[in-house]
């Protein structure tokens, strides 16, 4: 591996050999850098504690932040991208990418393709972009647009916002009070445990409160709901339909 430095602000990274990712925070974490770009191959790229600016470029890349404010952008190829500490700004690129947020309130947009995307702790915002998703808040508070494509969305811990936006989407709120929007498409909506509120959207959707006392808005489209239970609590429009 082989570093030039300009400026003593900027390092272009080419990687000659694939290295162990453990290995490859050795040999970066003794410079200190803002800027980080890969190359057209299959980069490892480690930040430093500083807020870093990473760029992939093409080829499938490993890279990721340590503490700081930083900003990584996976480009062309089939990435794995970690923010870790701070709070990171995040795209994922224009091919199939796994990402995860990790600590710190992120920013996190999946790009073209079909990703998968995990927030963990931090209040995130998470949107996927095109393609078939799979997104997850995970922890504290999350807002979430799936956005194009048949997405799988779930907010996880925490009171989270889920926006299946287009497409046959499948969102999941789980613990906390969530609120989970369907757009348009069919969508199957699931609230799971706290009082949560579920918003059809347009399209035939199938609506599922779970436990606690919750609120169905049905809007356009035949939606049903699945479980619906006034003995607990549940209250609906009169536009949705329960059996």
Known sequence: MYYKIIDGKKIFVALIAMLAVALAPSVVSSVRADDIVGTNHDDVLPGTNDNDRIW????????????GEDKLYGDDGEDNIMGNSGDDFILAGDNEDIVEGNGGDDTIYGGKNSDVIQGNSGDDDITGGKGNDIIEGNRD???IFASRGDDWAAGNKG????YG??????????AGKDNLFGGSGDDRLSG?????????G?????????????KFDCDGGHDIIVDYNP?????????????
């Open 56 to 67: 992939g470029l093409k080829g499938d890349d490993v890279m990721w932040g340590k503490s």
């Open 141 to 143: 508070n999350d807002v």
């Open 159 to 162: 009171n989270d916002w889920v």
């Open 165 to 174: 936006e287009q497409g046959d989407d499948k969102l999941k709120g789980y």
């Open 192 to 200: 799971g445990k706290g009082n949560d509120k579920l918003y059809g």
């Open 202 to 214: 347009q399209g035939d959707d199938v609506l599922r409160g779970g436990s606690g006392a919750d």
């Open 231 to 243: 003995s607990q609590g549940d209250t609906k429009k009169s536009n949705c339909e329960d059996f």
